[in-house]
Nanobody, 114 residues
Framework: QVQLVESGGGSVQAGGSLKLSCAASGSIFSGCAMAWYRQAPGKEREWVSTITTDGSTTTYRNSVKGRFTISRSRDNGRNTLYLQMNSLKTEDTAVYYC?????WGQGTQVTVSS
């Protein structure tokens, strides 16, 4: 079954850290770039970060540069995408979604309180 399943969301105070994971089931994901998006209440979904197929290149939206780190791993054909989020701000509060091969995960909630 081809699917993306996020985990690791939660509630944290401003300045704290969280690490999101996205388990990608299905060999097709090995050939795709992977990305994180987020959607805050009342706002459109926005791109956060992308990592290339081989993990050699990463890109970030300006507001998270220097605070977030995207990475991916491959183990026994299973791909996992990560997002390490440090120095979290209240404006980072959103549902975070994993994206790969034109597929979306179900999302995981991140809430940052002041």
């Amino acid at each position: 079954q081809v699917q993306l399943v996020e985990s690791g969301g939660g509630s944290v105070q401003a300045g704290g850290s969280l690490k999101l994971s996205c388990a990608a089931s299905g060999s097709i994901f090995s050939g795709c770039a992977m990305a994180w998006y987020r959607q805050a209440p009342g706002k459109e979904r926005e791109w956060v970060s992308t990592i290339t197929t081989d993990g050699s290149t990463t890109t970030y939206r300006n507001s998270v540069k220097g605070r977030f780190t995207i990475s991916r791993s491959r183990d026994n054909g299973r791909n996992t995408l990560y997002l390490q989020m440090n120095s979290l701000k209240t404006e980072d509060t959103a549902v975070y979604y994993c994206w790969a091969c034109s597929r979306w995960g179900q999302g995981t909630q991140v809430t940052v309180s002041s």
